[in-house]
């Protein structure tokens, strides 16, 4: 490989990382921000979360041929496990939320159920009608 095509090669992978890093820190950003509220267990706005994730991750799919280029460089690649460890943290805090939720319903559809005095609502009577 002559100088200037390591050079080109060079100023190509540094264009590619000033566009990349931006959006991968913001990325990251907007996961770290979800995860924080969902680990303090109170009021979550999912949908301002799921914009910011489905921006940034509309503006890295854009960018999907610069990260190519750029995924082998040390910047990339540790931003990019960076943002793969804040995800994979959303992904357990989201489940515990979603179990927790599922739970709480499964409980609330119990207690309704075992309230009715005579039985509407209860699948259990009309199949006892059936036989």
Same mark, same amino acid.
């Given at each position: 490989m002559?100088?200037?095509t390591a050079q080109d090669n060079g100023a190509a992978e540094a264009r590619s990382l000033a566009m990349i890093l931006p959006v991968v820190g913001r990325l990251r950003m907007a996961v770290g921000a979800e995860n924080k509220e969902l680990a303090q267990r109170g009021v979550v706005a999912y949908q301002t979360h799921s914009a910011r994730k489905s921006q940034g991750l509309l503006e890295l799919n854009r960018l999907r041929l610069a990260l190519a280029s750029a995924r082998t460089h040390p910047a990339a690649r540790a931003a990019l &496990?960076?943002?793969? /460890?804040e995800l994979d943290i959303?992904?357990?805090?989201?489940? &515990?939320q979603l179990? /927790?939720?599922q739970t709480v319903s499964e409980i609330l559809a119990r207690a309704i159920r075992d309230g009715q005095s005579d039985g509407t609502?209860?699948?259990f009577v009309w199949r006892e009608n059936d036989r």
């Amino acid at each position: 490989m002559s100088r200037s095509t390591a050079q080109d090669n060079g100023a190509a992978e540094a264009r590619s990382l000033a566009m990349i890093l931006p959006v991968v820190g913001r990325l990251r950003m907007a996961v770290g921000a979800e995860n924080k509220e969902l680990a303090q267990r109170g009021v979550v706005a999912y949908q301002t979360h799921s914009a910011r994730k489905s921006q940034g991750l509309l503006e890295l799919n854009r960018l999907r041929l610069a990260l190519a280029s750029a995924r082998t460089h040390p910047a990339a690649r540790a931003a990019l &496990a960076d943002l793969l /460890a804040e995800l994979d943290i959303n992904r357990r805090l989201l489940h &515990a939320q979603l179990r /927790a939720a599922q739970t709480v319903s499964e409980i609330l559809a119990r207690a309704i159920r075992d309230g009715q005095s005579d039985g509407t609502y209860s699948s259990f009577v009309w199949r006892e009608n059936d036989r």
